[in-house]
């Protein structure tokens, strides 16, 4: 069992940053892939960025790449995702997940474990 907790959200201007955390529970986080998702009011939940359990890859989707960067520490049990360059678009409740196995780190579906979100607002 783990369990996630968010925090680093935020409301920030355009063109502003904010880096989210993500604490996980139990001994055996190095072995789980880590991921962001977010979703905002209206839409579907969207693979925003994952970090491989071997802590090798990375995978960010074209709509972030070169503005957010997932990192992880597993030391301290935590991952990280720093949001560069954020746009009002980029505004929702931002969820770090975790899974175990290979598969797609895209698809949520995957994902065994959720934290509760954590809200990031972009004004113009």
């Known amino acids: 069992q783990v369990q996630l907790v968010e925090s680093g959200g935020g409301l920030v201007q355009a063109g502003g940053s904010l880096r989210l955390s993500c604490a996980a529970s139990?001994?055996?986080?190095?072995?789980?892939?880590m991921g962001w998702f977010r979703q905002a009011p209206g839409k579907e939940r969207e693979f925003v960025a994952a970090?491989?359990?071997?802590?090798?890859?990375?995978y960010h989707p074209d709509s972030v790449k070169g503005r957010f960067t997932i990192s992880r520490d597993n030391a301290k049990n935590t991952v990280y995702l720093q949001l560069n360059s954020l746009k009002p678009e980029d505004t929702a409740v931002y969820y770090c997940a975790a899974r175990t196995g290979s598969g797609t780190p895209a698809n949520l579906h995957e994902y065994d474990y959720w934290g509760q979100g954590t809200q990031v607002t972009v004004s113009s």
């Open positions: 970090f491989s359990w071997s802590g090798s890859t990375t």
């Open positions: 139990g001994r055996t986080f190095s072995r789980y892939t």
